[in-house]
């Protein structure tokens, strides 16, 4: 609740009394100020104010005009355009790369039905148009200097027009059935992109590289350490004390060593657990290595959430009757999974973060590209524009979950009863 | 409804306790086929390969050379080798924690800041940091920043510190010949400073007039700590490093993989400490600041008083997993070729090509530096917890 009593000395009790009972939490509507007035409040309040306005704005200001002389002036970045593809897909045969084409497109067309029948309007107060045109002008102008081949610009304009249909169907076709259709298009997803990769002599796990690798190991560790975390957090506060043990000491083991560590595990030793005779492909092996560091993780992100379940809603669930599972599914979980959005995507953000991981264990992913891009010998010297822009494509992924969490959060009234 | 309709005990396939027992033994020897199963499986693999799975190959010569750490050579031993990696490892790890800490705490507070632009500025460089992978950091910090740096000047040339594809120098102290005198000055100092403190807090509790009694006692202790330094005719040097036939000499050298790994570390794990400071500070309930602010506080002693100590009861646990997540990604070391823990077991493997002991080294390793860090951050959080809810 916040209340600025100066600014309103004026106003009447009942007043007040009624805003409290309204529970507005917005904050106090901002005063005009001119230029002149902000300036001065928000950089000169105070002396020791002024001088850490002066600093940091020459630091800033420094430090700014650096990069963007070395960004705009020094800096060659040929060695990114040139090798643009190979960041994406590395050695991704191109002559199959249709077949990335149409998990994209699926994907897309899934992702505009999906906003289209959920029906929400979109804000369109001045700031949000402004920022969101800085955006898409300043994508177009990135992709103007990476792309030449009509062909790739002709796919990604279909790619727009795929995501505004799926909005206009979404739309139109609201409704149960359509809720059900795009429920099982986004469950189909992953199997369709994996079957699209591979139907018909197509390409095997060994060249999916680039970007694109890091998409699916990110996806494969996600989608497939939600249900197994779950579990184990579940089993953690079971009241079997057998299961509990196994279960924290498996949680606890795991989370105990790096990443990096266990991943040399999945490369080193895990084809010697496996039955004799029973081979699987290395990315296949690491694949399980990021799924089953990633449960651990989720576990206790779940756990945390179980925990702020209030103990009430047990057993309201258990004087209506239901059984264990019941209560679980349908009163416990739902309400426990709410609770752990934001930290559960934060995980996800660093699970996708990681997966640059495979660079140092002999995969091509994006950061390798990067690496190879730059040792070439026609653009020696280059590791800063490589590796920057494998940065920025991280960045820009990473920066968007987490706003979206954010406005997620919002929606949904996390931590808010 | 009669009650012998109700029988006195269920049968056993109904009855709940012998249910669990049963359904307990049954995951258990689950559990224990499983592991076994693996077990056989590995020491069939590696036998069959003639490796077998005991500890005694360490002590054979490990035959490669590791670029820093303690004393080490081709001809020690593969043990010596992985202890060389275990300290380096602390190492960055601790030197990071320190200072991802410094960084963080002043980037935090700087978000808080009523200055616009240095709350800006905090912002971006969270935003920055924080989203993109540490892994790509660390590379960029050690590829991009300090391989190309050549080290310039002349010889003898000094400054306040050198970075280059040398390494990182920095200023330290040199004790002269007889710095021991200065050592009773110190405690004289500190005795004085105790008094002090003592002395203002019973002025304060007789007059109720302000105790100043922190900055009062650290004057005591500097002015008799000064006076010591003088009639020690200097025990101490500050020794600015310098360059001496293209290599440093003096002051304090680390290798350019340390400070790559270290920069990388340090600026990542401080975006995310920042973070956290600036949760917990706003976590704070309001009511708390503005009943101190009643209570004719400064604003200097709200946040010591008040809001602090508060703040960093919700602090200390996420950062605690901050200090952890940073010795883990410490490991990361490995991908600049610093010989930490990682990256020694991986030549390790490579050359005795024994995986199975060396990963349980690593893990174990690891589990018992997380245990001291939690052990560690464990008494920090009992000292400022809330009476009465210690856990």
């Known amino acids: ?417 | 409804m009669t009650e012998q309709a109700i029988p006195a005990r269920p049968p056993l396939w109904r009855n709940v306790r012998v249910l669990r027992v049963f359904g307990q033994i049954v995951f258990v020897l689950a559990v224990v086929y499983v592991l076994r199963e693996l077990f056989l499986n590995m020491q069939f693999g590696f036998r069959r390969q003639g490796i077998t799975l005991d500890f005694d190959f360490l002590q054979q010569r490990a035959g490669f050379d590791l670029s820093e750490g303690i004393a080490y050579g081709p001809n020690s031993s593969f043990w010596r080798a992985i202890r060389v990696g275990v300290i380096n490892t602390i190492r960055v790890a601790v030197s990071g924690i320190v200072l991802a800490s410094i960084l963080g705490l002043l980037i935090g507070v700087g978000r808080l800041s009523t200055n616009w632009l240095v709350r800006n500025v905090a912002r971006v460089y969270v935003e920055i940091f924080r989203n993109t992978p540490v892994l790509i950091q660390i590379i960029f910090w050690y590829v991009a920043v300090i391989l190309p740096l050549r080290l310039v000047g002349e010889d003898g040339e000094e400054r306040l510190f050198f970075l280059s594809n040398r390494g990182l120098a920095v200023p330290w102290l040199r004790g002269r010949p007889g710095a021991g005198s200065w050592v009773p000055w110190l405690l004289a100092g500190l005795v004085a400073a105790v008094a002090v403190w003592w002395w203002r807090t019973r002025v304060n509790e007789r007059t109720g007039r302000p105790h100043h009694r922190a900055p009062l006692a650290l004057l005591a202790l500097a002015a008799v700590a000064a006076a010591g330094y003088l009639a020690a005719g200097g025990p101490f040097d500050i020794e600015l490093p310098a360059i001496d036939r293209g290599a440093y000499a003096g002051g304090v050298k680390v290798s350019g993989e340390f400070a790559g790994v270290l920069f990388g570390l340090v600026f990542y794990t401080a975006a995310f400490i920042a973070e956290i400071i600036r949760g917990s500070i706003l976590a704070v309930d309001k009511g708390q600041k503005e009943a101190a602010m009643a209570m004719g506080l400064t604003r200097f002693q709200q946040l010591r008083l008040v809001v602090l100590p508060q703040a960093l009861r919700i602090a200390i646990p996420p950062i605690n997993s901050q200090y952890l997540n940073l010795t883990k990604n410490s490991s990361l070391a490995a991908a600049i070729a610093f010989p930490d823990l990682v990256q020694v077991s991986q030549t390790v493997i490579n050359q005795a090509g024994r995986p199975f002991q060396i990963i349980i080294i690593v893990m174990g390793t690891y589990l018992i530096l997380s245990m001291i860090i939690s052990v560690l951050m464990n008494v920090a959080n009992r000292a400022v917890a809330l009476r009465g809810t210690r856990r």
């Open chain 1, 1 to 417: 609740m916040k209340r600025d009593w100066g600014a309103r000395e004026d106003v009447a009790l009942e007043a007040v009394a009624a805003k409290e009972e309204l529970a507005v939490t917005e904050a106090p509507s901002a005063r005009d100020l001119t230029p002149a007035q902000w300036v001065k409040e928000n950089l000169f309040s105070t002396p020791f104010n002024s001088v850490l306005s002066v600093v940091a704005g020459l630091l800033a200001g420094w430090l700014l005009y650096a990069v963007l002389r070395w960004a705009f002036g020094t800096a060659d970045w040929t060695v990114v355009k040139t090798n643009f593809r190979l960041y994406m897909i590395g050695r991704f045969p191109i002559e199959e790369a249709w077949r990335i084409w149409m998990g994209l497109y699926y994907v897309v067309l899934l992702v505009g039905l999906t906003w289209g029948q959920a029906g929400r309007r979109l804000t369109w107060d001045a700031m949000h148009i402004v920022r969101r045109s800085v955006l898409a002008i300043l994508g177009v102008l990135l992709l103007l200097y990476l792309v030449d081949s009509p062909l790739v610009w002709s796919l990604m304009g279909g790619l727009v027009a795929a995501y505004l249909a799926g909005v206009g169907v979404g739309r139109i076709g609201r409704g149960r059935t359509m809720r059900r259709i795009v429920w099982a298009g986004w469950l189909l997803a992953f199997p369709f992109v994996i079957v699209v990769l591979q139907i018909a002599d197509g390409v095997g796990p060994l060249r999916w590289n680039g970007f694109l690798l890091n998409v699916l190991a990110g996806v494969v560790g996600i989608v497939l350490s939600f249900p197994i975390g779950i579990v184990l957090a579940l089993g953690r506060r079971s009241s079997l004390p057998a299961v509990r043990t196994v279960c924290v000491a498996l949680i606890e083991v795991v989370r105990g060593a790096p990443l990096f560590a266990w991943l040399l595990f999945g490369v080193f030793l895990l084809p010697f657990l496996l039955p004799p005779g029973v081979q699987l492909p290395q990315i296949i092996r690491v694949m399980i290595m990021f799924t089953v560091f990633s449960s651990a993780y989720v576990a206790e992100i779940v756990r945390g959430g179980l925990q702020g379940v209030h103990f009430g809603q047990y057993e309201a669930a258990r004087a209506v009757g239901l059984s264990t599972t019941r209560m679980m599914a349908l009163v416990i979980l739902p309400q426990a999974l709410r609770n752990t959005i934001p930290a559960m995507i934060s995980h996800f953000i660093s699970l996708f973060k990681d997966t640059s991981l495979l660079a140092v264990i002999g995969f091509i992913d994006m950061l390798r590209a990067a690496r190879i891009a730059s040792a070439s010998v026609k653009f020696i010297g280059s590791s800063r524009q490589t590796l920057l822009f494998a940065a920025l494509i991280f960045w820009i992924v990473a920066f968007s979950m987490s706003r979206w969490s954010q406005r997620l959060e919002r929606r949904l009234g996390v931590g808010e009863r």
